[in-house]
RNA sequence: AUUUUCGGA
C-alpha cells in the first residue's frame, strides 16, 4: 500500500492526474493515506467531483488531512461558500493546516477582512499562517499593510522574502525590491528561482541584471528558466535596448514566449 | 507514503 501510494503521489506532483487515477484505481488495498493522496490528486486538478467522490463514497474515515485536502479542492474550483461549509463541518480541533487553508481560501476570493478575522480567530499560528496573510496583503496591492505584517512577524523563511519582494517588484518599487532582497541575503536567507524572478525583474540596467543573473547561477546555483530570461529581456526593451534584447531572444536556451 | 503559504502554467 505505502509504495503504490508513493506512486500515485509522485505521478500527482508531476501532474500526470491520469496516470495516478490508474494506479489508484487498481490497488489491491487502499487506506487512509492513498485515499488523502488521492483526494489532493484531484485537488490540485481542480476535479472536485472526483475528489468528492472519493472523499464521500470510497472513504470510510477522514483525518485531518483528508478534511483540510478537501477544502483545498473547493478552494481550487473557485468554490469558497463550499469550501466554508466543510471548515464549518469540520470536527474541533481543527489542525493549523486547516485554518491556513481557509486563509487563502479567502485570499483566493480576495476578502481581506475573513482573512483577518480568521488569522486572529485561530487557536494558533505558525509560519505559514503569517506567509498565508502576508501574501493576502500583497496581491491586492495593499503594500501597507503587508509590510506592517512582515514587520511583525517573528520569524521569516525564502516565501516570505519571496512575497514581499514580488510585491515591491509588481508594483514597480524596484529600488525596494533590490533593497529587500539585500536585507534577505544579509539575514541568511537562500534565493530560489521565485525570488530571482522577482529580483530580476526590478533591474533597470543590463548590468544589473547581468550583474544579478551570473550571481544567481554562480554563487546560489539557480538553475536559470525562461522566466528569468524573460525579465532581463524586459530590462533591455524598458531601456530601449532593442538590438540586445533580440539579441538575447536568440541566445537563449529557450523558445521563446 | 498524503494536506496548508511565494513566481509561472
Not at 487563502?104 to 477582512?113: C, G, H, I, P, Y
Amino acid at each position: 500500500v505505502v509504495s503504490s501510494t508513493t506512486i500515485v503521489a509522485l505521478y500527482a506532483a508531476s501532474g500526470q492526474l491520469e496516470a495516478a487515477k490508474l494506479v489508484f484505481d487498481t490497488m489491491a488495498q487502499r487506506n487512509i493515506v492513498s485515499c488523502n493522496t488521492m483526494v489532493a490528486a484531484y485537488a490540485a486538478g481542480g476535479h472536485v467531483s472526483d475528489a468528492e467522490r472519493i472523499f464521500h463514497t470510497v472513504m470510510p474515515l477522514h483525518d485531518s488531512v483528508s478534511w483540510t485536502a478537501m477544502l483545498t479542492a473547493h478552494t481550487e474550483a473557485g468554490q469558497l461558500e463550499e469550501a466554508k461549509n466543510l471548515f464549518d463541518a469540520m470536527p474541533a480541533p481543527r489542525c493549523v493546516q486547516a485554518w491556513n487553508a481557509m486563509i487563502t481560501a479567502f485570499v483566493d476570493n480576495m476578502e481581506l477582512s475573513s482573512c483577518q478575522f480568521l488569522f486572529d480567530a485561530m487557536p494558533a499560528r505558525d509560519l505559514v499562517s503569517w506567509n498565508a496573510m502576508l501574501a493576502g496583503y500583497a496581491r491586492s496591492g495593499r503594500l501597507g499593510s503587508a509590510k506592517r505584517v512582515f514587520a511583525r512577524m517573528l520569524e521569516r523563511d525564502t516565501v516570505s522574502w519571496n512575497t514581499v519582494i514580488a510585491a515591491f517588484a509588481d508594483s514597480g518599487h524596484g529600488q525596494d525590491a533590490m533593497l529587500m532582497f539585500l536585507r534577505m541575503l544579509v539575514d541568511g536567507l537562500v534565493p530560489n528561482q521565485i525570488t530571482y524572478t522577482s529580483v530580476l525583474a526590478a533591474c533597470c540596467s543590463w548590468d544589473e541584471s547581468r550583474s544579478h543573473f551570473s550571481s544567481m547561477v554562480g554563487d546560489h546555483g539557480v538553475g536559470a528558466v525562461r522566466a528569468h530570461y524573460s525579465c532581463v529581456i524586459g530590462v533591455l526593451a524598458s531601456t530601449g535596448e532593442l538590438g540586445k534584447a533580440w539579441e538575447l531572444i536568440e541566445f537563449m536556451p529557450f523558445v521563446p514566449d
